[in-house]
């Protein structure tokens, strides 16, 4: 059985993963939200104005008095602001399983700090929520999310093909799975 406590700060050595807040509106117009390349990669809008960008916080922080719901902002130490987000989009209380997408702007790229999130959210889901698995999918065209799926240790389970028309052609959808034993092994 689930344990669900909603969203709760998590820190890890160069980031805090939080609620979202409004003041977050600026940063992250400034650093991924807007763009189209960013958003397009998990299948979401790109976000342009503060009106456009309050609606969606609206929906987040409404979404904070449900306990089984998990998203936070991806806060960098050094600047803090939000350069990103990460969530547990999906949970099957049923089947106990949840799967996560995530974002960082590109001037965080390939920094790590993808990488670093997901394995503290990871870590949250097996150890605060009780997950028996975690999975999560990355599109076949995006080989930097790939790698960070794949730095986490999570385990290829499949491809389905031709799942998302993107950019005027058809492009497959990555999926990968840690079950509770191999976070135990590999986290412990």
Known sequence: MLTHIGTKTIET???ILRKFRYTDDEAMLKNWIADEKIQSMYSEPAYKTKPAV???LDK????????DYY???IIDKTN????GQI???????NNHFAEIE???????????????????VIEFGFKQINLHKVQICTKTINPASKRVIEKCGFTYEGTLRDYFYFDGGYVGRLFYSMLRSEFEELYG
Not at 60 to 67: D, L, R
Not at 80 to 83: D, V
């Open 54 to 56: 309050k609606g969606i």
């Open 60 to 67: 987040y922080i409404s979404s904070y008095e449900k306990s």
């Open 87 to 93: 969530a547990y989009f999906l949970v099957d209380n």
């Open 80 to 83: 803090n602001e939000c350069i």
């Open 71 to 73: 998203r936070w902002a």
């Open 102 to 120: 995530y974002c960082i702007g590109s001037a965080f790229q390939k920094q790590g700090f993808a990488t670093e999130a997901t394995r503290a």
């Open 13 to 15: 050595d160069r980031l």
